[in-house]
């Protein structure tokens, strides 16, 4: 675990989450399934999973539904993000999803997992460090 990411995180628990939820993924089209789970401010955790559509470019990734679901049920603030893929090594999320990220939770650490169990830990600015400031 890198020596940035905050050890008051119950990591595994998140982990877990992510990898649970990736099994709930719709990806017909790629079969690359992709679990994201949110720790909240108040340790919930808020998941979410890459929904495809047979227009392909209507796919929404998983890391961008999470953030969908926390904040309808009113979360806005986030300590943690885990995804969980099948990539060895474990895939970071894409721009899309680190501009999204990024407008709600700048310093998010950010836990990669998979099925084998490897790990990968950044922080979003070090994923993003130049995100859109607004017009
Ligand atoms: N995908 C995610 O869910 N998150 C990402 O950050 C990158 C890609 C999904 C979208 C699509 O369903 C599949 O992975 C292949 O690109």
Known sequence: MSNVTP????WDRLAAAALE???K???PYSH???GA???TENDEIVVGCNVENR?????????RTAVGSAVAAGYRNFKALAVATSASPPAPPCGMCRETLQEFAPN???LLTNPQGERRTF??????????AGP
């Open 7 to 10: 050890r008051d995180i119950d």
């Open 21 to 23: 939820v990736r099994g």
């Open 25 to 27: 993924a719709y990806a």
């Open 32 to 34: 690359f399934e992709v």
């Open 37 to 39: 789970a949110l720790l």
């Open 55 to 63: 227009s392909y470019g209507l796919t929404v990734c998983a890391e």
């Open 108 to 110: 998010l650490p950010i």
């Open 123 to 132: 922080v979003l600015t070090d994923l993003f460090p130049e995100p859109f």
